[in-house]
């Protein structure tokens, strides 16, 4: 049985019950190294020793006290995906790209955008570029990602991307993502590929993890009318979505969990009906 549902909300939580919490642990650590009576109780100090918890929403408790599972679960706090807005096509230079409704103060926001274009797409209001911005490699296109954090107004609006002229198509889609570090989002840089090379497999091109519980972000832009299959062993598909006016067009999503510092990113592979190019991004989301 979890042990969320073992353990009554006021109760004090052992070193055992901490053990199959599903807490991370940090960088080096082990439920088993050093462990006391297992039957110990664990304070707030022996418990930010060895977990990945968010020292504000502990702020209440002195460094030798033991705090109950309530609020042990409260601490945790690692990048989570939450929703994906509607994927959005417009035929003009200017797009309105929907946020999920679900949005919070405080969620870090990422803007992907595509557009049939021979300039750089405009850098949306309140927006950052995530480098770099894969302006017409090797087609007459624009493709680019963006991020911010929410200040909580967002949800059920959307966000206007523009491009200048000679501008066919836009369209794009927002991810929406929990207790993402807001002084470093992301570390290290992203990982970048373009693929001009006719093909009809792409796959993010690996990175690897530069500190405990990040949360691995593949980003793909393919220019394709249909998605065959998304496939991998540890990347979890988060959606996407597919445009087939125009030069037809598809956005990919995908996260990981990367519980260690130093874990490989690993492989996801998207595969389309047939030969065409693509882009692909990999981030790695800092914890709060």
Known sequence: ?????????????????????GIPLLSGQSHFTTLPAANQCMTKANMQAKYNLNATNLSTYSSNQLVPRSDWAAGF???????NGTP??????????PYPSTVSAGDFIILSVRAETLNKIDVPSGFTLI???DANAGLPMDYAN???????????TSVTV???SVTLRICGMIT??????????????????NNDFETTIFTNSGGTSSAANQLGVALFSISTPSISSVSSSTWTYRGGGTFSAGQSHALVFATQEMPTSGTSAGTITVNVPAQTAGTVWTLFLNPV
């Open 162 to 164: 523009t491009c200048p």
């Open 88 to 97: 959005s096509l417009y035929s003009t230079g200017t797009a309105l790209i």
């Open 1 to 21: 049985m979890p042990w969320d549902r073992n353990i009554a909300s006021n109760q004090m939580v052992s070193y055992l019950e901490a053990s199959t919490s």
């Open 146 to 156: 963006y991020y911010k954090f929410a200040s909580g107004s967002e949800g059920g």
């Open 176 to 193: 929406q993502y929990r207790n993402v570090n807001t002084s470093i989002p992301f570390s290290p840089s992203p990982v970048y590929f």
């Open 131 to 133: 480098p770099p911005d």
């Open 77 to 83: 706090s690692v990048p989570t995906f939450i929703a």
